[in-house]
């Protein structure tokens, strides 16, 4: 039977994840990496912009994991041996990271199990930090979605396996819908890792789309999300149809 670790944060999304996990019986040990205090005026509006739609979907609590093996990180320590020693030891067979995105790739090639990413955005035309918000922002809203992918590396370029999409509603802002995908995708977990298990797991190329650098995002930006109301539904789909890709 397959081992699984996770990599991830200590917010109420983050518990959530790791629940679903454990409830496939296969989560051996989750690495915590807690967030610290961020002055950045753009990163604060931000981070209050997302916790509204974090309350509405995930509540404010924090489940107990102490079911299982868990080892608590900071930003600055997050590339040190200590994390591929902890997930190593537990001779896991896949590693998930959700959330947490400075790891180096000389700290990822360290760890010697399969690694996926859930990350948000289609990472088919978006790449890295912010993607769905950039997304709307190029009128590419009906693209928003989690999408689970290989990470051997930082360039995102690792093979798809799941994505889910938002099917916003008219009242929703962009991290609403984002957090609609991302429920989705915690729902489907239990079936993908079960498909894991069984080595039924398909994967499909990943080429092309743009990387979007931390720094892309610009403070009027975030502005734009906050003060217009109706940003989501407004001016931000095109006629393009999305295909996402699904395992179930």
Not at 19 to 35: F, H, N, P, Q, R
Not at 206 to 217: A, E, P, Q, V
Request: hydrophobic share 35%; proline share 1%; charged share 25%.
């Amino acid at each position: 039977m397959s081992k699984i670790a996770v990599i991830t944060k200590n917010f109420p999304r983050h518990f959530d994840f790791i629940v679903s996990l454990m409830e496939t019986g296969y989560l051996k040990c989750a690495a915590m990496v807690i967030d610290e205090d961020n002055t950045s005026s753009i990163i604060d509006k931000l981070n209050q912009y997302y916790i509204n739609s974090e309350h509405k979907f995930f509540g404010n609590k924090f489940n107990n994991i102490s079911r299982i093996k868990t080892l608590t990180f900071n930003e600055n320590n997050i590339n040190s041996e200590k994390l591929p020693d902890f997930i190593n030891i537990t001779c896991a067979d896949l590693t998930i990271i959700y959330d947490v995105n400075n790891i180096n790739n000389n700290t990822l090639s360290l760890i010697k199990s399969d690694i996926w990413k859930l990350t948000f955005g289609y990472t088919q035309y978006y790449k890295g930090y912010y993607c769905n918000i950039h997304a709307a922002l190029n009128n590419k809203a009906q693209s928003i979605c989690s999408s689970l992918i290989e990470f051997k590396d930082n360039s995102y370029n690792g093979r798809i396996i799941h994505q889910t999409p938002a099917n916003y509603r008219q009242e929703d802002t962009i991290t609403d819908a984002e957090y609609r995908s991302l429920r989705k995708m915690i729902f489907d977990m239990e079936k993908i890792i079960e498909l894991y298990n069984n080595n039924a797991v398909k994967y499909y190329e990943n080429s092309g789309g743009r990387f979007y650098n931390y720094d892309d995002l610009k403070e009027n930006d975030i502005e734009k999300l906050i003060q217009e109301k109706d940003f989501l539904v407004k001016n931000t789909c095109d006629n393009e149809s999305i295909n996402f890709i699904k395992q179930l």
